[in-house]
């Protein structure tokens, strides 16, 4: 049976760069559309770990994190773990989508904003990436041709992305 109350999830975290705007839009959704249901989605292991407990939004943090970049014996172990941790982050996420069945699924980046992505882009949900750097990461830049619609802050961003620039929404 459908459900008919609008559903949205949010991913993003690492750093507050990328946690703050989840937020933003999170508290921008609750004014906009009164009873509108949304999940955040972030990381173990960054400042959302913390900060979602203490909102009124349900929430699931996932196991994953960025590379490490240096050559040391801890870096490579934790390296070494990524596709086993992306592998059960992506499982938890295609758990999480089919439960919550959200109407979109919104990321501002971050490795943790990539999982329900590309578990929405899997189940053919509609799916937008806000990216607000002028210089998109990794998340943004490896998902940006596979989602539906790519916001910019900054309008020189999409040089950097795959998408075609029709599909692009920047800010001049």
């Known amino acids: 049976m459908a459900r008919k109350q609008l559903r949205v999830v949010i991913a993003g975290g690492g ?7 989840v937020l ?5 959704l609750d004014r906009r559309f ?3 249901a949304v999940h955040l989605v972030g990381s173990k292991f960054g400042l959302e770990s913390s900060i979602l ?7 699931t943090l996932v196991g994953i994190r960025g590379f490490a970049r240096g050559l040391t014996l801890r870096g490579v172990a934790r390296n ?4 086993f941790r992306f592998l059960l982050g992506y499982l938890k ?3 999480l989508i089919s439960d919550f069945e959200p109407h979109v699924v919104v990321g501002t980046g971050g490795y943790a904003s990539g999982l329900p992505l590309l578990a929405a882009i899997h189940k053919d949900i509609p799916t937008l990436v806000h990216e607000q750097n002028s210089y998109p990461g990794f998340t ?5 041709s596979r989602v539906h619609v790519v916001c910019l802050s ?8 795959k998408k075609k620039s029709s599909s692009l929404r920047g800010i001049p």
């Open 80 to 83: 070494i773990g990524f596709p």
């Open 34 to 36: 009164p009873g509108v």
């Open 53 to 59: 407990q203490n909102r009124g939004n349900s929430f």
């Open 24 to 28: 933003a839009i999170a508290d921008a």
């Open 154 to 161: 900054y309008a020189e961003s999409g040089q950097y992305l």
């Open 93 to 95: 996420m295609r758990f």
């Open 15 to 21: 750093t507050g760069g990328h946690l703050f705007p």
């Open 140 to 144: 943004t830049r490896w998902l940006s």
